[in-house]
């Protein structure tokens, strides 16, 4: 039997390995934003040579305007088309995650809810280029057709709905299994204490368990947004890629800061090629005001009770 002395020599050992991988997991978060923000900067305070002269971005025009063209980079457009999508597709995403966790934690037998969990962490495992082909031959084209029988003109059906579309499937996966969890952990014995005060089964489902996970369905919230706010590939095959924007029009193509990112990328060189590590600082910026915002909300709500 190991001594004191030596149980916590060891506790020692241990809590400076995980100290040790705490720095590196945070390094390399460090790394991947300096290098972005340097490269980002570097098209406003450098001069490009090109087929029209000397070219050098305004900072400016970047955050102020709404098209984006060669030499013309403006990011206000894609900035509100990104969180307009965004905010559409997580309030669906959620409506759906709440009511499916809903199912397969209170009302599901179990061998039926063992099937819905396993169906949902595999979509979570699902590449998002399977999700970007997906929307592109099956969405899209859904699209298209019911905009012709509305008698609506749209690019083939690539929209800022099939973008919603297709993030929302993405999404789904990612809160719903979080949701499950969250209200697998309401202890039943509150569950019946309700029951034997009187409340229906619905009520309790509700009220109880719905209310008693409501953090963590908001914390699997933020981590949704966060995902549908970073997904590049599959908005990129199906949003349309538009020059102009805000588009608040869901039959319209629409443009993301991370369509832009990606649309490309590999592609381009100079001030082209620049400027898109400038749109990841914006974006970059924008996942972090979004997390601390919605944690601020999250702490209030946990208060509140």
Known sequence: ??????????DKIVSKIFLALAIICASFIVFIVAVIFFKGIIPFIKHYDTSNGSFRASLWAFFTGTIWT???YGVLGMIINTVYIVAIASFIALLISVLASLFVVRIAPKRLSKIFEAVIELLAS????IFGLFGQG???PMIRDMADNMGIQTMGGSSGLATIVVLVMMIIPTITMLTITQMGSIKQDQINASLALGATKAQTDFKIVLGGAKSGIFAALILGIGRALGEATAVSMVC???IDGPVFNLFGITRTLTSTMMLGLHETTGVDYDIRFSVGIVLIAIILVTNIGLNKIRKKMMKNG
């Open 1 to 10: 039997m190991k001594s004191p002395e030596k149980k916590l020599k060891n």
């Open 126 to 129: 699902i590449p998002s280029i």
């Open 138 to 140: 099956f969405i899209c």
């Open 240 to 242: 349309g890629n538009a």
């Open 70 to 72: 060669d030499y013309n």
